[in-house]
């Protein structure tokens, strides 16, 4: 569709306010005033490229994924991976509850193992004392839930005590939240453990905060060109098998999953470092870092995916409900709670995994992707117009997608008109 229509379209599925489908444009988007109000030193705004990913079938419903990112392909590649796992039934995800962990570092413990019994016998009166740090929270259900305590014996700063507060962050990321609970422990832990307490801060590793998506994609749905259903599958699962087993393929295979995620965090205003920060720590979990997501033969022979990572994203609170752009992209995505925010994007990064090992076993990962890389070099080149796409399809043609060329077929076009 041309540009216009795609956000009439937009905007028509999402039911959008007039002012809502300008911030799409940038018009009514974040100004220079409100985004002085949200960090330090501003001078200045930086924008980038908001797409939208279909065919998405996430838990029986239709959805539309808004994806903040620069990289050609991507938005493509989730939305044609979508479209195989539609085949299927679509993405089935579930998340657990949102709890965050807050820790608190307690140094200068004399008995570090009679200090952490002694903290555990106080467990309700210090989770009734977090509680008391946000009453709000509580009452919209969420809170202290446990807390953990263990002894780091050997550190470079000698031995220390690690206590886990369990915090219900409800709709929020969390991290405010926590970090208040923890400082408001800090000082009953002291007197309890007569220790110091030094870091009082969330951890990203939110491996009790968990988002898990599986897909179904039929064989025959996989059939492309000259490659056979068959021949697509097995090599999709050898490609992720060399992830399993590999760091230097889990990197990249990872950031492939990481491409369909970190795009709808940042649309929605959420903290994409908190979320990758986390998601590779949780490959590294059992002492090797791995693939995150896993693919095999289901018993009908159909290709199964599942992926399973840590998600502390919100709905609620800030940058999220400060950036125009990020309340209607939460809009068209039609996320309601933070679980179900959560459910979608690890759908998609299912779907962009996907993509990437299909395009891998066949094809190779250059060939659609130069192709539209193609266009971000002809208007680097210069072109402008119809100008764009006369350069792509030379470029392309040739099997040359370089600056220089593009600069040189761009001359060549425009001598000709001379």
Known sequence: MPLEERVGRIAAWAELAEDEAKALGGAMGLSLTRADQMIENVVGLYSLPLGIAVNFVVNGRDVLAPMVVEEPSVVAGASFAAKLARAGGGFRATATAPEMIGQLQVLDVTDPWSARLDLLATRDELLSLANESDPVIVELGGGARDLEARVIEYTPAGPMLVVHLIFDCRDAMGANAVNTACESLAPRIEQITGGRVLLRILSNLADRRLARARCTVPVEALAYGDFAGEQVAQGIIEA????????????????????????????TGNDWRAVEAGAHAYAARSGRYTSLSTWARDAEGNLAGTLEMP???????????VHPTA????????????????????????????????????????????????????????????????????????????PDRAETILAEMRNEQL
């Open 240 to 267: 992720y098998a060399l992830a399993a087993a590999d760091p230097y393929r889990a990197a990249t295979h990872n950031k492939g999953i990481m491409n369909g995620v970190d795009p709808i965090v940042i649309a």
């Open 311 to 321: 998600l502390a994203v919100g709905t609620v609170g800030g940058a999220t409900r």
């Open 327 to 402: 309340q209607v992209a939460l809009k068209i995505l039609g996320a309601r709670t933070a679980r179900e925010l959560a459910e979608t994007i690890v759908s998609v990064g299912l779907a962009q995994n996907l993509a990437a090992l299909r395009a891998l076993a066949t094809e190779g990962i250059q060939r659609g992707h130069m192709r539209l890389h193609a266009r971000q070099v002809a208007v680097a080149a210069g072109a402008a117009g119809d100008e764009v796409t006369q350069v792509v399809e030379r470029m392309v043609a040739e099997g040359r997608v370089r």
